[in-house]
């Protein structure tokens, strides 16, 4: 069962003569939905928006989602309509709803196959592997997760194998394979502990937890549960919390402690009547029901185990509903009823004889679709040899008419092509003329940011070596002088002074490293713009916040001085012009497009400025000669927000 993991977002409170709205990564995504016109990075935010909603406000994220999908087929953007799928299945598994899921999985794939996308058709697989287990057709489940697990570690994605993992480790509980099942769940476990990824572990240690109870390791398995348990209310994620109660009232149930296995289960129930998860729904009422029937509570466990066979159907989830129908047949037998109990073994029966027999038909089915394969194959060569042959006789014939053709149109296509080659040299050099100006026009830039950057790198050495030394001697010698006139020591003037000297120091080493930024060089574009960040807040001059999305990675010396000099300037003049109190930069990588966003909540931008600025031409610019785009968005009152990209392939040093 696929887990989904909250954003964690950053609350930031606006003050003034009215409320702002909080720069949070909602609201940056909600800005790019609406501007306009709508691209395909507008139909991801649109994904990522509604995912926010998930899975508690499940019909509000289902809206977004959909919403998504429209315009991914208003685009012509089918990789859009098949990320549609990877969110859309989320919402029919909380409704049970496994077949409308797989065949979403199902087409997801083949679009996925058609753009040779295989890190995408990877997740289309492991989709896929959920809902033929959920349905109960675990052979079919198993041979998903390994494709999945076999692109994981072709296309390098090795931190989705604990997810693989543990699909697997749940496979073989299914499959009472319960050695292999441990082994799986402590693969995952692994896995998860060494990236940090409590989820995971959360969901691993299910299946371990399980494996380690049917082994006849009880203790061991209870105090997995209740790990669990403990996790679940640490992330505040309800479905681990609900596994580990499901997994201990088991436990208790085999240990003869029924009370306290029926409050497990009531706790699990009460918790479904808020939260919308048929598959725990299902679980705890045939556990309940058993456990009254445990109980001599066999008319009240009637009642339950009816609904739960009802639930089973509507979910298709077979596996399940196999167990009812046998829970169901010893509740009637108890209740004397031996009609309705023998109806009940019947449809037990008919539905396990199903279960286990379905991988050796899956393996007929397989053996005869290879062979069906292998015979149109067969045809399909007797075809193409039929055609050839045809293909040699229209060869011959029309050969003659060929050269007949030729003759004749020869003379015709001569003087074409003159008239051609003349256009063609008219076109030709007006093209020169245009690349030889933008050459000119990026070489001045170059030359003129490279001088700008050799006097920036001046007077920071001077600033730090001259200046910076001379008041560190400063403070050298009062500190002297301060031993000498034990006076001093108390003396406030003295000691203001002091505190003056050293916020000079500080000054002149902040302004030092803005100029020429050490960690720039060192570590790379992403840690040097969070630390200009948090410089500006710390100075209190301009609360700044940033985040990053993606590997960013090193780029060209070059060109990540330039994106760190854009990225100054913008924050900058929003403490120049903007009189905001916050501000937010975004920094985030896709393939080969970096896209930086820069927005502030203070007055706004006026359009005629924005449109004949001075300062906006010039750093257009300085973005447009390092094969990027700027767009500003904003309106007087209403902040102002910049949106740059830049194509990096030529400039990745990955």
């Known amino acids: 069962m696929n887990r989904i993991v909250l954003y964690i977002l950053l609350l930031c409170c606006c003050t003034g003569w009215r409320a702002q709205a909080q720069l949070t990564r909602a609201d940056s995504l909600y800005r790019l939905i609406q501007r306009q016109p709508a691209d395909t990075a507008t139909v991801t935010a649109i994904y990522l928006y509604g995912d926010q909603f998930y899975p508690d406000q499940p019909d509000s994220a289902a809206y977004y989602f959909k919403k998504g999908l429209a315009l991914s087929r208003q685009l012509h953007y089918p990789l859009g309509a098949a990320i549609f799928t990877s969110y859309y299945i989320n919402i029919l598994n909380l409704r049970g709803?496994?077949?409308?899921?797989?065949?979403?999985?199902?087409?997801?794939?083949?679009?996925?196959?058609?753009?040779?996308?295989?890190?995408?058709?990877?997740?289309?697989?492991?989709?896929?592997?959920?809902?033929?287990?959920?349905?109960?057709?675990?052979?079919?489940?198993?041979?998903?997760?390994?494709?999945?697990?076999?692109?994981?570690?072709?296309?390098?994605?090795?931190?989705?194998?604990?997810?693989?993992?543990?699909?697997?480790?749940?496979?073989?509980?299914?499959?009472?394979?319960?050695?292999?099942?441990?082994?799986?769940?402590?693969?995952?476990?692994?896995?998860?502990?060494?990236?940090?990824?409590?989820?995971?572990?959360?969901?691993?240690?299910?299946?371990?937890?399980?494996?380690?109870?049917?082994?006849?390791?009880?203790?061991?398995?209870?105090?997995?549960?209740?790990?669990?348990?403990r996790l679940g209310r640490y992330l505040g994620d309800s479905t681990y919390v609900m596994d580990g109660l499901i997994n201990t009232g088991s436990i208790y149930s085999d240990m003869n402690q029924h009370d306290k296995a029926l409050r497990q289960y009531e706790q699990v129930m009460a918790i479904t009547d808020h939260y919308p998860d048929q598959d725990y729904r299902l679980y705890a009422q045939l556990g309940f029901g058993q456990e009254l029937l445990k109980t001599g509570q066999a008319a009240r466990a009637d009642t339950v185990i009816a609904s739960t066979i009802a639930l089973a159907k509507r979910m298709q989830a077979n596996d399940e509903l196999r167990q009812t129908y046998l829970t169901a047949a010893e509740i009637k037998e108890a209740l004397r009823q031996p009609q309705a109990a023998l109806q009940y073994r019947r449809q037990y029966e008919a539905l396990n004889d199903s279960l286990l027999g379905a991988s050796t038909r899956k393996h007929v089915q397989q053996?005869?679709?290879?062979?069906?394969?292998?015979?149109?194959?067969?045809?399909?060569?007797?075809?193409?040899?039929?055609?050839?042959?045809?293909?040699?006789?229209?060869?011959?014939?029309?050969?003659?008419?060929?050269?007949f053709l030729l003759a004749a149109g020869l003379l015709a296509a001569l003087s074409l092509l003159i008239w051609l080659r003349y256009k063609q040299r008219i076109k030709l050099q007006a093209q020169r003329l245009q690349t030889l100006e933008k050459e000119k026009t990026v070489q001045v830039l170059e030359a003129l940011m490279q001088g700008e950057e050799k006097e920036r790198v001046r007077l920071s050495k001077d600033l730090h070596d001259g200046i910076g030394g001379l008041l560190s001697a400063v403070k050298m010698h009062f500190a002297a002088i301060r031993q000498e006139q034990t006076v001093l020591k108390e003396n406030p003037a003295y000691m203001h002074a002091i505190g003056l000297l050293d916020d000079a120091i500080d000054d002149v080493r902040k302004t030092a490293h803005n100029l020429m930024p050490e960690t720039l060089y060192r570590l790379g574009l992403k840690d040097a713009l969070q630390n200009f960040c948090s410089n500006i807040s710390y100075s209190g001059t301009l609360q700044v916040q940033f985040y990053s999305a993606g590997e960013i990675g090193r780029f060209k010396p070059n060109f990540e001085l330039s994106v760190y000099r854009i990225v100054q300037e913008l924050v900058n003049n929003i403490i120049k012009h903007s009189r905001a109190n916050e501000a937010l930069v975004q920094l985030s990588r896709h393939d080969s497009l970096l896209s930086i966003t820069v927005e502030d909540n203070g007055v706004g931008i006026d359009q005629t400025a924005k449109q004949t600025g001075n300062g906006l031409i010039s750093l257009q610019s300085r973005i447009h000669a390092l094969n990027g785009n700027i767009a500003i968005d904003g309106a007087t009152g209403q902040g102002t927000t910049a949106y740059i990209e830049f194509d990096v392939s030529i400039v990745s040093n990955n």
């Open 97 to 229: 709803e496994y077949t409308k899921a797989l065949f979403l999985a199902t087409q997801a794939a083949v679009i996925y196959k058609a753009f040779n996308d295989e890190r995408r058709l990877m997740v289309s697989y492991n989709n896929m592997g959920n809902e033929y287990h959920e349905t109960g057709n675990f052979s079919a489940a198993a041979n998903y997760y390994l494709q999945a697990l076999a692109l994981a570690e072709k296309t390098g994605q090795l931190p989705v194998r604990k997810k693989l993992y543990n699909n697997l480790a749940s496979i073989f509980l299914s499959t009472e394979d319960y050695e292999k099942s441990l082994t799986y769940a402590n693969r995952a476990i692994a896995l998860a502990r060494q990236d940090r990824d409590t989820p995971r572990t959360a969901s691993a240690l299910v299946n371990l937890g399980y494996a380690l109870t049917k082994l006849g390791k009880s203790g061991q398995g209870e105090a997995t549960f209740l790990e669990v348990i």
């Open 367 to 403: 053996l005869e679709i290879a062979f069906q394969t292998a015979e149109k194959d067969k045809e399909l060569a007797q075809k193409k040899l039929l055609l050839t042959e045809k293909d040699l006789q229209l060869a011959s014939r029309a050969k003659w008419q060929a050269i």
